[in-house]
């Protein structure tokens, strides 16, 4: 499934067109672990786009959920709030939650606000998943 600008609040709305726009792919790395991976900016225009999508990844209660956040090309504070909003919800559904991977950018924002250890971010996606599925 796909998440995007069309789907922000549950309601259908026209694609906008700018490229800078949040969407957020999900799968399913092994049977319950969900990865999702957004693409683009998280900010306070398109937080809403990560937040539905983390929603619904915790609702379907898998064992993990991993947020990798290699197509990321920014990471303001609102994201930084979803991100710590979902682990929190994550882990009263009592799924293993974590983030991996990121540009230079974003890794530099989850280390000075020390979130890094928070969010149990790794430096890969395979470091991530292998550390929460053990």
Excluded: K, N, W
């Excluded at 726009?21 to 957004?38: D, I």
């Excluded at 998280?42 to 937080?47: H, I, K, Q, Y």
């Excluded at 379907?60 to 990798?68: H, K, Q």
Aim: aromatic share 2%; hydrophobic share 45%; charged share 25%.
């Amino acid at each position: 499934m796909t998440y995007g600008p069309e789907h922000i609040g549950g309601c259908e709305r026209v694609p906008a067109t700018r490229p800078d726009l949040l969407r957020v792919e999900v799968s399913e790395s092994r049977p319950g672990v969900l990865v999702l991976s957004p693409f683009g900016e998280v900010d306070v225009a398109s937080a809403d786009v990560l937040r539905d999508a983390t929603r619904d990844a915790v609702a379907a209660t898998p064992r993990c959920l991993v947020v990798d956040l290699a197509g990321l090309t920014f990471c303001g504070s609102t994201g930084l709030v979803v991100l710590m909003d979902a682990r929190r919800e994550a882990e009263a559904a009592g799924v293993r939650f974590g983030t991996a991977d990121g540009p230079p950018i974003v890794r530099r924002v989850l280390e000075i606000t020390r979130l890094g250890p928070v969010l149990r971010h790794r430096e890969t996606l395979d470091a991530a998943l292998q550390e929460l599925d053990a």
